[in-house]
């Protein structure tokens, strides 16, 4: 099952969300230098977040994340990101992302002041697009350290409006082609290319137990609100082989 959560307030205390801890091994570090992050997810809103990270334990003060924003119509964008978003919309007028397909969706960004780099892949045609937002602007790394990580931002409108299969962050900046071959249709292969930091499969959540970071670096979940389970993407292969347990799984709306 993906997670789906059931409130669409923009307010953290009233909103859906699910929250980790940072852990042991350096995902509170993430936004300090270069960084990906992966997120199988799928929605119909043109406002709706992935994942965050933050300062503070009550998601007051953001310092990095992935969300679709309705500025041009349901776009990819990044925490402090002015643009038009990706894919741009003088190229892709009607926005891909609002078809409630199951994709990975990606953000990237380099050491020091740099763009963001964005990216989907269609799951069951391991269909990718992938390049910077219209009009991109640059973005520094965030020296202040994070606490939390967690499926809301800090966006005010319909930001739970999705189902979550699973989020996957490295402590590097994968190419494209890395990222291609790292995002596909089992979860196994996230470890193709590098080893992530942080991964979190919610095929092994249910109301019983809390979710538990892959990786084995502590960033396991801390808090869950107004969260159903959903069905599972189909195809998928959520193995990441006998050293794991995956026998669980969410949805997020």
Known sequence: MSIQGQSFTGSFAGGAHVDFGVGSGGLADLFKSDYTIAVLEKGVSSNRSMVGGYSDTGAATMLGGLYVSNNSGG??????DFSSGYPDPSLIPSSPLIDGTWRWSTQSKATGSAHYKFGYGDISTLTWSQGEAGSPG??????TTAVMFST??????????QDIAAIVA????????DIRASCTQALADIFVVSDPIWIISFEEANAGS?????????????????IITSADPPGFDFSLGSSYDTTQFFAFL
């Open 138 to 143: 640059n973005h520094g790394d965030n020296a």
């Open 170 to 177: 490295w402590p590097t900046q994968l190419s494209e082609a």
């Open 152 to 161: 809301w931002a800090v966006y005010a409108n319909g930001n739970n409006s």
């Open 210 to 226: 809390a979710v538990v970071d892959l990786t084995g670096n502590g960033g396991d979940e801390t808090a869950r609100q107004f």
């Open 75 to 80: 776009r990819l964008f990044g925490f402090g």
